[in-house]
């Protein structure tokens, strides 16, 4: 059975740190491009990161460009989701899922999600 599990979130003051984890069973992470999305209250799940399987070569939706980083440990088998300089319209949950391609980062391409984490960034 495929699974995620995401870890990591929490309360966090703007400019602010986190680092999210990403667990995968189940299958063999290396096949599959894994994507990190966030869905926010009343908005739709919008992908902000991906780690390619082929290269590890990595895509960013623009707002969270120099700020975010992604990277991907085959091993583990985990992959992480490094934010920082953290703002408050970061808040969403953010929740981890594979794919075959990383380039749109677009929910409805990728599957088996996990339960999420939630990121709330607030003074």
């Known amino acids: 059975q495929v699974t995620f599990v995401e870890s990591g979130g929490g309360l966090v003051q703007p400019g602010g740190s986190l680092t999210l984890s990403c667990a995968a069973s189940?299958?063999?992470?290396?096949?599959?491009?894994i994507g990190w999305f966030r869905q926010a209250p009343g908005k739709e799940r919008e992908g902000v990161a991906c780690?390619?399987?082929?290269?590890?070569?990595?895509n960013y939706e623009d707002s969270v460009k120099g700020r975010f980083t992604i990277a991907r440990d085959n091993d583990k088998p985990t992959v992480y989701l490094q934010m920082n300089s953290l703002k408050p319209e970061d808040t969403a949950v953010y929740y981890c899922?594979?794919?075959?391609?990383?380039?749109?980062?677009?929910?409805?391409?990728?599957?088996?999600w996990g339960q999420g984490t939630q990121v709330t960034v607030s003074s």
């Open positions: 899922a594979r794919g075959i391609y990383c380039s749109p980062i677009y929910a409805p391409d990728f599957g088996s």
């Open positions: 189940g299958f063999t992470l290396g096949y599959y491009a």
């Open positions: 780690v390619k399987n082929s290269d590890g070569s990595t």
